[in-house]
């Protein structure tokens, strides 16, 4: 950074961190914005179950690591649906048995899940 001579005063409660992380970290709150509308979107954890620093970073390791093995499970099995729809098929047929490549591969698979479904129909199709 040039020296423009400019006295800065940043609070924090993290006292284990550098004074230039900490400016850093206020220099870009966007970026951490973004950061967890991404976990929120992706990731789709809407509330922590845990409120200590432990269990947050329980549940964002996991929700990372699921969503790294989706990927890794499209990219593999060249798979054209998108990951967040890919995670729903999963979470529809979770306990299917069924082989993996078949459940996301299947053409009829709306069908599929809706002559499986118990839910009852409010109007006729």
């Not at 992380?21 to 973004?34: G, N, R």
């Not at 976990?39 to 409120?51: D, S, V, W």
């Amino acid at each position: 950074m040039p020296n423009t001579k400019k006295h800065y005063v940043f609070l924090t409660n993290n006292f284990m961190l550098p004074p230039l992380t900490i400016a850093q970290l206020y220099k870009s709150p966007w970026q951490v914005e973004l950061f967890f509308k991404w976990i929120k979107q992706n990731l789709r954890i809407k509330a922590f179950y845990g409120t200590s620093e432990n269990a947050v970073k329980t549940q964002i390791w996991i929700a990372i690591s699921v969503y790294v093995l989706v990927a890794i499970i499209k990219k593999e099995l060249k798979i054209e649906r998108s990951l967040s729809e890919i995670l729903q098929i999963l979470s529809i047929t979770f306990f299917e048995k069924a082989h993996i490549s078949q459940v996301l591969t299947s053409t009829d698979l709306q069908k599929e899940l809706y002559e499986t479904c118990n839910q009852l129909n409010l109007f006729d199709s």
